[in-house]
């Protein structure tokens, strides 16, 4: 009888635990539907080792990345900076309500990366805002990936500065 309580009890705990299933948003909400409407500049990126600061350049669809150097800008990646809430207590009343009860909190992102083409270099920063949503019926929204979203805040903000 003891051993069928513990089974019962872990299971519970697994179960509130694997329901609150992960799903991002790019912030400002109009970020999200944002397409790129202007020619792509060929981009070779230097530092690939910075691998989800790449995932996010890649994702944004800013540049068409090459794998040769030549005749391209060449992009260098600085390490980015996320800021989340100190604490998590937003999620607990996802994973006491078996994911029904939906919660969630923001990321802040400082993103930055140099474009060096001719004999110029350019600076460009971003704050990005993504915010995660934990909830059972995410399952819907599985797409939904940090890093995607990153892009496409960073498509948003990139497009904002530009116009």
Known sequence: MKAFKIAIYSFLVSASLWSCIP?????????????????????????????????????????????????????????MLTRTPPC??????????VGLLPS????????????AENSTTKNYQYKLQVYQSLWLFNIFRLGRTFSK??????LGNYIASNK
């Open 23 to 79: 799903s991002y948003s790019a912030y400002p909400k109009e970020y999200n539907r944002v397409k790129v409407v202007f020619p792509k500049q060929k981009a070779f990126v230097m530092n690939k080792d910075l691998k989800r600061e790449f995932e996010i350049l890649k994702h944004s669809d800013i540049y068409e990345i090459v794998e040769d150097s030549a005749h391209a800008a060449k992009i260098t990646l600085h390490p």
């Open 88 to 97: 998590g207590n937003p999620m607990i009343g996802s994973m006491l309500t």
């Open 104 to 115: 969630g909190f923001p990321y802040d992102i400082s993103y930055s990366y140099d474009v």
């Open 149 to 154: 979203q990153s892009g496409k805040a960073l």
